[in-house]
T-cell receptor
Framework: GENVEQHPSTLSVQEGDSAVIKCTYS??????FPWYKQELGKGPQLIID?????GEKKDQRIAVTLNKTAKHFSLHITETQPEDSAVYFC??????????FGKGTTLSVSS | NAGVTQTPKFQVLKTGQSMTLQCAQD?????MYWYRQDPGMGLRLIYY???????DKGEVPNGYNVSRLNKREFSLRLESAAPSQTSVYFC???????????FGQGTRLTVV
């Protein structure tokens, strides 16, 4: 089955810096790669996703890149703000299969 | 719209007791999921239902059973709770397995 590795497990940045979180997946049949943000005491919420026919996608300060050959995808957050502090999860799924998540990255943005 | 509703929000069980976690969604989604979240382990898939009438095991199904009661409801049952099942349980739903999944607020379960 699918296995998703996520790094780093913790990330501390100064406000205004960029943050990058990286994930690798094992199943070449996976073709959907979302990123979720989880705030304390809440369920995860989707912030951006990418499909295998696209190499990059951007939404304001957030971007995701996908390298299908290397089975690698990354989340980029620019101009970080204190409200970006949360736990971020990457995930992967294929046709008919459920999302398999990485173990999460705790992002701390200090002002 | 309520989205995905989980009940209860908190529960304490004694070892060996049984209980059912309830989940309902009002988005007419086809697929529903149960995950557990433990510190440092991320979200691990217990069971999922890709469509009404089907269920499949996920990464950590042992000790759990599920029922897709209808399109709206997907329940998770612990037949004989163990301390290792202490966790936060999340239910989620999506239109299909490769589309955005919407999560409930979670059930915090403690087994003593």
């Amino acid at each position: 089955g699918e296995n998703v590795e996520q790094h780093p497990s913790t990330l501390s940045v100064q406000e205004g810096d960029s943050a990058v979180i990286k994930c690798t997946y094992s199943d070449s049949a996976s073709n959907y790669f979302p990123w979720y943000k989880q705030e304390l005491g809440k369920g995860p919420q989707l912030i951006i996703d990418i499909r295998s026919n696209v190499g990059e996608k951007k939404d304001q300060r957030i971007a995701v890149t996908l390298n299908k050959t290397a089975k690698h995808f990354s989340l980029h957050i620019t101009e970080t703000q204190p409200e970006d502090s949360a736990v971020y999860f990457c995930a992967a799924s294929g046709a008919g299969t459920a999302l398999i998540f990485g173990k999460g990255t705790t992002l701390s943005v200090s002002s | 719209n309520a989205g995905v509703t989980q009940t209860p929000k908190f529960q304490v069980l004694k070892t060996g007791q049984s209980m059912t976690l309830q989940c309902a969604q009002d988005m007419n989604h086809n697929s529903m999921y149960w995950y557990r979240q433990d510190p440092g382990m991320g979200l691990r898939l217990i069971y999922y239902s890709a469509s009404e009438g089907t269920t499949d095991k996920g990464e950590v199904p042992n000790g759990y059973n599920v029922s897709r009661l209808n399109k709206r409801e997907f329940s998770l049952r612990l037949e004989s709770a163990a301390p290792s099942q202490t966790s936060v349980y999340f239910c989620a739903s999506s239109d299909r397995t490769q589309y955005e999944a919407f999560f409930g607020q979670g059930t915090r379960l403690t087994v003593v």
